[in-house]
């Protein structure tokens, strides 16, 4: 079974730093896209970066330059480093698994429950 | 940036009604497209990919069809446990989704 387990989240003042976790089991994980989806309270989903199984990136316009994603095949484990954090990002923010390897055409067959994050002064 | 339009915000059915959600891009997506489900406090669930693919374990009263830039989620005969809230995704180097449909009970 696949399981994807957030952590990492918690509240931060603006313009802080945070680097949410994600453990993966249940599967192979190096050979999966990995996401970042995140969903401000009581609002829709939100696309924030991707990773391919060959550590290609890509990333929603808002946080281009401020977050880092990467992962860690020998711990299956995914990451996303938040700087210059900002009132605008406090959402809960699911790690995602692709459907398949590549990280345009893969669309996200399994979620974890989330992590909230909160930015405030 | 491609724009994902889901029309409508809210729609009231009653148990055994066919429903329909559009989602209409701002370009030609070329069938890249997913639907999901979520329910208050879950993560989403997938159900259709590549616009018309029902993904493993989903009920086959889902559907989903379209082309271009007009594409739909079908449900045909809605069931107690259907009522959530749906969003349709482009997905490609960008990915984009709808503003979401909330399916409520008549």
């Known amino acids: 079974e696949v399981q994807l387990l957030e952590s990492g989240g918690g509240l931060v003042q603006p313009g802080g730093s945070l680097r949410l976790s994600c453990a993966a089991s249940?599967?192979?994980?190096?050979?999966?896209?990995m996401s970042w989806v995140r969903q401000a309270p009581g609002k829709g989903l939100e696309w924030v970066s991707t990773i391919s199984s060959g550590y290609s990136t890509y990333y929603t316009d808002s946080v281009k330059g401020r977050f880092t994603i990467s992962r860690d095949n020998s711990k299956n484990t995914l990451y996303l480093q938040m700087n210059s954090l900002r009132a605008e990002d406090t959402a809960v923010f699911y790690c995602?698994?692709?459907?398949?390897?590549?990280?345009?055409?893969?669309?996200?067959?399994?979620w974890g429950q989330g992590t909230l994050v909160t930015v405030s002064s | 940036d491609i724009q994902m339009t889901q029309s409508p915000s809210t729609l009231s059915a009653s148990v055994g009604d066919r429903v329909t959600i559009t989602c209409r891009a701002s370009q030609n997506i070329s069938s890249w497209l997913a639907w999901y489900q979520q329910k208050p406090g879950k993560a989403p669930k997938l159900l259709i990919y590549?616009?018309?693919s029902l993904h493993s374990g989903v009920p086959s009263r889902f559907s989903g069809s379209g082309s271009g830039t007009e594409y739909s989620l079908t449900i045909s005969s809605l069931q107690p446990d259907d009522f959530a809230t749906y969003y349709c995704q482009h997905y490609s180097n960008s990915k984009t989704f709808g503003q979401g449909t909330k399916l409520e009970i008549k």
């Open positions: 249940g599967f192979t994980f190096s050979s999966y896209a």
């Open positions: 590549k616009a018309s």
């Open positions: 995602v698994k692709g459907i398949g390897s590549s990280a345009i055409t893969s669309p996200n067959d399994c």
